[in-house]
């Protein structure tokens, strides 16, 4: 399994894609390429905020990217929670925190460019 984070979403629904071509290679060859609900939080107060363009509304983006690219969305849920407020300290964003639980909990890559996932033993694709 592969989980985009939320930087990895929004380069992967770029238009040409900002991902390199072995990340995307991988990411055609993966059966599972998943992408956390947690990315919504991320997302829809910067498009509410006008830090984020996006070419339609944020719900019917993110609808659309999602089956486009036939992505699963990962549940926020209690074991997610406990397992992202258990983290040591080395990242302090909760949002990553939950996406970093998910792929431990799911032996996952990640594409991001955070090198900090690695601190955690998670495996990242850029």
């Given at each position: 399994?592969?989980?985009?984070?939320?930087?990895?979403?929004?380069?992967?629904a770029g238009s040409?894609?900002?991902?390199?071509?072995e990340?995307?290679?991988?990411l055609?060859?993966?059966?599972?390429?998943?992408?956390?609900a947690?990315?919504?939080?991320e997302?829809?107060?910067?498009?509410l905020a006008?830090?984020?363009?996006?070419?339609?509304p944020?719900?019917?983006?993110?609808?659309?990217?999602?089956?486009?690219?036939?992505?699963?969305?990962?549940?926020?849920?209690?074991n997610?929670?406990?397992?992202?407020?258990e983290?040591?300290?080395?990242h302090?964003?909760?949002a990553?925190?939950?996406?970093?639980?998910t792929?431990?909990?799911?032996?996952?890559?990640?594409?991001?460019?955070?090198?900090?996932?690695?601190?955690?033993?998670?495996?990242?694709?850029?």
């Amino acid at each position: 399994m592969i989980i985009l984070d939320t930087c990895g979403l929004l380069w992967l629904a770029g238009s040409p894609p900002a991902l390199s071509a072995e990340t995307l290679a991988r990411l055609d060859q993966e059966p599972v390429v998943a992408v956390s609900a947690i990315s919504e939080l991320e997302i829809f107060p910067k498009w509410l905020a006008r830090k984020l363009e996006l070419p339609i509304p944020v719900r019917e983006w993110w609808n659309g990217v999602v089956a486009h690219h036939q992505l699963e969305v990962l549940p926020v849920d209690e074991n997610a929670a406990f397992r992202a407020a258990e983290l040591p300290p080395i990242h302090r964003d909760p949002a990553d925190r939950f996406i970093i639980a998910t792929a431990q909990r799911y032996g996952a890559f990640v594409v991001t460019s955070d090198v900090r996932f690695c601190e955690y033993g998670v495996e990242i694709l850029c």
